[in-house]
């Protein structure tokens, strides 16, 4: 059986950035030991035979193909309404 100590959750609540009041320290002690005596109960489930479980939804990922897409934006119509260009590109202020 786990029972943690004092320290232990003080070490976590250090570990957390945790400011715990001497109750608050008392009451997570129990609590903490209590979660832990629950989760020791798995260490006596018989898994023999049992595949391990990646996935419980049944969702698959869905990919589509790359494709290339030509949306028809060319360059000359594209810097046409730019306020300037320069070598065929946008030209902006300095920005430090």
Do not use: C, W
């Not at 715990?20 to 020791?40: A, G, P, Q």
């Amino acid at each position: 059986m786990s029972k943690l100590t004092r320290d232990d959750v003080l070490k976590l609540a250090h570990l957390s950035r945790l400011r715990l009041s001497d109750e608050e320290i008392e009451k997570f002690r129990v609590e903490l030991s209590e979660i832990l005596e629950y989760v020791e109960q798995l260490d006596n489930v018989d898994t023999k035979g049992l595949e391990p479980t990646y996935q419980v939804t049944g969702l698959k990922n869905v990919t589509r193909k790359d494709e290339i897409r030509d949306y028809q934006a060319k360059l000359a119509g594209l810097l046409k309404n730019a306020p300037a260009v320069d070598n065929n590109q946008f030209k902006v202020k300095r920005v430090l």
